[in-house]
C-alpha cells in the first residue's frame, strides 16, 4: 500500500471530521426554532433533522459539490498540503467559534480555507474568480431572501389566520413545524454535505483515483452516502450552546412563527441547492428568524445579538483563510 493513497486516506477522514463538525456545529440551524417553541424536546429534534440531514441526497442534484471541489480554486492546483491547510483551517475555526457559542458559517470556513491554502500554494491565479463572486454574493443575499420570505410568511399566515382561535393556531402549527423543521433540515444536508463531497472527489482527482472531474456526474455514489452519514451523525450530537443563541437569544418564537422562518429558510436553501451556490445554513436561519421577529416589531429583535452574529460571518472566511495558510506553511516544513 503506497504512502500516496495513506495520505489521502488520512485526509478523507479528516474531510468526515469536517463534515461531522458541520452538522454538529449547524445542528442549531434545523432545530433551534422547533426546540425554543418546545414542540420537540432536544433528543427527538436533533435525530429528526440528522434524519433528514441523510436523505437529502435523494432530492437534490450535486452541482454544489461541483462548485466547491472545481470552482473555487482551479483542480489543476489541489495537491495534499492544499486539502489539509484547507481543512485545517475551516475545521479549527468551526471549533473555536462552536466553543463560543458563536453561530458562524461552516460553509465560508470551508470556502475560507481552500483560498488561503490555494493561495499559498499558486498565488492569486489559483483563484476562480466566477466561483468566488457567487458564493461571496450569497453571504448577502441567502439572508436577505430568508427575510423576506419569512416577513411574507408572516403576514400571509396572519391574516389566514386572522379569526382562528389561539389555541386552534398554536395546535395547528406545532404540527406544522415537523415538516417546516423537516425541510430545513434537508435543504441544509442538501447544501452542507455536499461542500465535503466536492473536496473528497477533487482529492480523488488528484490522486488519479476518478478519471476526471467535469461536474456533479463524476462524485462517486459512496462519497455522498458516507458525507450524508457523517453530517447526519454530526447533528445527533448537537450544539447547544449555538441552539440556546438561534432559539432564543435572537427572538422569542411562537410556532407560528417558528414555522415561518424555518420555511422560508428551507425555500431559499432549496433554491441555492439547485443553483449550484454554496451558501451558509446560518446566514439563511438567522435572516429568516430576524424577518419573523422584525414582522411583530423591529424591537422584537434583539439588534445587538444580530450584530455579532454579522461580525462572526464577516470575519469567518478571512480568518479560517489566515489559519489554513499556517497549516498549509506548516504542513510544508513537515513533509521536507
Known amino acids: 500500500m503506497d504512502a500516496g493513497f495513506i495520505l489521502a486516506v488520512i485526509l478523507i477522514g479528516i474531510a468526515l471530521l469536517f463534515d461531522f463538525l458541520n452538522g454538529l456545529h449547524d445542528a442549531a440551524n434545523s432545530i433551534a426554532t422547533v426546540v425554543s417553541t418546545r414542540v ?8 429528526w433533522a440528522a434524519f433528514f440531514n441523510f436523505i437529502a441526497f435523494l432530492f437534490f442534484g450535486l452541482h454544489v459539490a461541483s462548485t466547491v471541489g472545481k470552482g473555487i480554486i482551479n483542480a489543476d492546483i489541489i495537491t495534499d498540503q492544499v486539502i489539509f491547510g484547507a481543512l485545517m483551517g475551516a475545521i479549527s475555526w468551526n471549533v473555536i467559534t462552536w466553543i463560543g457559542g458563536i453561530p458562524s458559517s461552516s460553509s465560508h470556513a470551508l470556502i ?3 483560498l488561503g491554502a490555494g493561495i499559498s500554494k499558486a498565488g492569486f491565479e489559483a483563484v476562480v474568480m466566477q466561483g468566488v463572486v457567487k458564493t461571496a454574493s450569497a453571504i ?3 439572508p436577505t431572501i430568508g427575510f423576506l420570505l419569512a416577513l411574507v410568511l408572516v403576514l400571509i399566515v396572519s391574516w389566514t389566520f386572522l379569526k382562528s382561535t389561539p389555541a386552534f393556531a398554536d395546535g395547528f402549527f406545532r404540527k406544522a413545524q415537523l415538516v417546516s423543521a423537516a425541510a430545513y433540515s434537508l435543504g441544509h444536508g442538501g447544501n452542507d454535505a455536499q461542500k465535503t463531497m466536492g473536496i473528497i472527489t477533487v482529492l480523488l482527482f488528484a490522486h488519479g483515483m476518478i478519471p476526471e472531474f467535469n461536474g456533479p456526474e463524476d462524485v462517486p455514489l459512496w462519497v455522498v452516502l458516507t458525507c450524508q452519514a457523517a453530517m447526519g451523525l454530526g447533528t445527533m450530537f448537537g450544539g447547544w ?8 437569544k435572537i427572538t422569542r418564537l411562537s410556532p407560528q412563527q417558528g414555522f415561518c422562518a424555518e420555511t422560508g429558510g428551507a425555500l431559499t436553501l432549496f433554491l441555492f441547492t439547485n443553483l449550484g451556490v454554496p451558501v451558509s445554513t446560518t446566514h439563511t436561519i438567522t435572516g429568516a428568524i430576524v424577518g419573523v421577529g ?3 416589531r423591529m424591537s422584537a ?9 454579522v461580525w462572526a460571518w464577516i470575519i469567518t472566511m478571512p480568518m479560517a483563510a489566515v489559519i489554513a495558510a499556517a497549516f498549509y506553511y506548516l504542513a510544508g516544513l513537515w513533509t521536507h
Open 294 to 296: 422584525a414582522a411583530r
Open 112 to 114: 475560507g480555507g481552500l
Open 140 to 142: 448577502v443575499l441567502s
Open 40 to 47: 420537540l424536546s432536544p433528543r427527538i429534534a436533533v435525530l
Open 241 to 248: 450552546k449555538i441552539v440556546h443563541t438561534m432559539g432564543s
Open 301 to 309: 429583535v434583539r439588534w445587538n445579538i444580530a450584530g455579532r452574529i
